[in-house]
């Protein structure tokens, strides 16, 4: 099978060496991703947003959507903010309801960032 990377230009893919998604077959990962521009001044709701519409654009990439997502990852820096950052994904996923975890972590890669989600999705041939 083919392996196809996608890129969102984010800052971290070219310094880190990374693909934000990859696909292979029916299965895409993509990596762990973060608000950008003016939503990382935002509070937890608005960065996990954004996050999500960033997962949102890569998994199009890659010919998907996030009704294909089986599983979801979400890091947060201040577990306090479990109801913001769940009200985001509840928000973007609705019905699909995928497998979920949600840890809190010392610190992400920007000491701006107070979320950060990966996902993986299956797409139906």
Same mark, same amino acid.
């Given at each position: 099978m083919t392996r196809e990377r996608f890129g969102s230009g984010g800052p971290f893919e070219e310094? %880190?060496? %990374?693909s934000r998604a990859v696909r292979i077959g029916p299965h895409v990962w *993509? #990596?762990?991703s973060c608000?950008?521009?003016e939503a990382i001044e935002g509070d937890a %709701? +608005?960065?996990a947003a954004d996050a999500l519409g *960033?997962?949102?654009r890569s998994l199009a990439q890659a010919? #998907? +959507?996030l009704s294909d997502v089986v599983r979801t *990852?979400? %890091?947060v820096t201040d577990i306090r903010d479990t109801e913001k950052v769940a +009200? +985001?994904?509840r928000a973007a996923f609705g019905d699909v309801l995928p497998a979920a975890t949600l840890v809190e972590v010392s610190a992400l890669a920007d000491p701006r960032y107070l979320v950060e989600i990966q996902v993986d999705a299956y797409v139906e041939a």
């Amino acid at each position: 099978m083919t392996r196809e990377r996608f890129g969102s230009g984010g800052p971290f893919e070219e310094m %880190y060496g %990374y693909s934000r998604a990859v696909r292979i077959g029916p299965h895409v990962w *993509v #990596a762990g991703s973060c608000a950008r521009d003016e939503a990382i001044e935002g509070d937890a %709701y +608005a960065q996990a947003a954004d996050a999500l519409g *960033v997962i949102e654009r890569s998994l199009a990439q890659a010919g #998907a +959507a996030l009704s294909d997502v089986v599983r979801t *990852v979400t %890091y947060v820096t201040d577990i306090r903010d479990t109801e913001k950052v769940a +009200a +985001a994904h509840r928000a973007a996923f609705g019905d699909v309801l995928p497998a979920a975890t949600l840890v809190e972590v010392s610190a992400l890669a920007d000491p701006r960032y107070l979320v950060e989600i990966q996902v993986d999705a299956y797409v139906e041939a």
